[in-house]
């Protein structure tokens, strides 16, 4: 059953479509919206989202072991980002979450918690941890970007703040060069194409499944495809769809993923292209021409995001 969040019932909330409904994706003024997200004035609700918790004193090891991310000695409270991998290196999960000093939690995308539970159930064996599906009664809320909280989903219409759209949240993410998971990826995808290494993925701890691919591509350098942030024509009224083909010189390198309006940067989109595209060379998507802007470099071996 889908959910609907209480605050559709505000004034000005249009409800947003596709793997966000549920939630809105504006209440009447995306780029004000903007600007208050920015100033600390403004919560997005992104109760769409799913989140799991997991219990017992082996939690952190156990996390650290199957993870990207070093979470081992993890103190009460730093929020961490980690990816589960596929045993050839592609991106299967991507969470974020912190541990209260009892339970880890984390949140993902919709509908995304069923198969990472059932995946993580399935490696405990003899290990003293719990994982547990809290989609039903927790929810995620954001502040900014990189400030984010869990809330109970009955204490919504309680959080103080005024109520900003997945969109105005999207546009800032897209400008910061955060991918999404399905949004700005695919089944293809390892960590090195999209600047996850060195945010999601700790290059100084033991081994998880993957790590091969990762290590590997990072000290070798040149990952097959990279990261790029798009500035479309705004002289075009529309924006080009998800998954849109990229083209250089007619030839298509490789497709787009988010795509938003910023309030300062007009329209905007996320994109992976084939590393060798040059990256002064001009894009065309859908006949909007945009012009790139690197978030992933395409020689330099240490593939963190290009920008702080």
Not at 132 to 146: F, G, L, N, Q
Not at 266 to 283: I, S
Not at 293 to 298: F, I, L, Q, S, T
């Amino acid at each position: 059953m889908r959910w609907s969040s209480p605050l559709l019932t505000t004034e000005g909330a249009v409800e947003a479509d596709g793997i966000d409904a549920g939630v809105a994706a504006h209440y009447g003024d995306p780029l004000r919206e903007q600007r208050e997200l920015l100033a600390g004035t403004g919560f997005v609700d992104l109760s769409q989202r799913d989140v799991i918790r997991v219990d017992g004193p082996d939690r952190l090891t156990w996390l650290h072991s199957l993870t990207t991310q070093h979470v081992e000695q993890l103190p009460p409270g730093r929020w961490v980002s980690m990816l589960v991998l596929s045993p050839q290196g592609h991106v299967e999960h991507a969470v974020s979450g912190y541990d209260d000093g009892t339970s880890f939690w984390a949140h993902l995308g919709p509908g995304e918690a069923p198969p990472l539970v059932a995946w993580l159930d399935s490696m405990r064996f003899m290990t003293r941890v719990d994982v547990h599906d809290m989609t039903e009664r927790w929810a995620v809320v954001a502040r900014t970007p990189e400030r984010v909280e869990l809330v109970e989903r009955t204490e919504l219409t309680n959080v103080d703040g005024r109520p900003c759209g997945v969109w105005a949240y999207e546009a800032l993410r897209i400008v910061r060069g955060e991918p999404r998971l399905g949004s700005d990826t695919d089944h293809r995808t390892i960590p090195n194409e999209v600047g996850w290494v060195g945010t999601a993925v700790h290059l100084d701890k033991g081994c998880y499944r993957g790590q091969e691919t990762v290590a590997r591509v990072h000290t070798l350098g040149r990952p097959p495809r990279r990261l790029v942030l798009l500035h479309l024509d705004g002289s075009v009224d529309r924006l080009p769809g998800h998954r849109a083909v990229v083209e250089a010189d007619g030839r298509a390198v490789g497709f787009v993923g988010s795509v938003g309006r910023h309030f300062e940067l007009g329209p905007v989109a996320l994109a992976l292209v084939k590393r060798g595209v040059d990256v002064d060379a001009p894009l065309v998507i859908d006949g909007i021409a945009a012009a790139q802007e690197v978030v992933v470099d395409p020689e330099v071996g240490l593939h963190v995001r290009s920008r702080p």
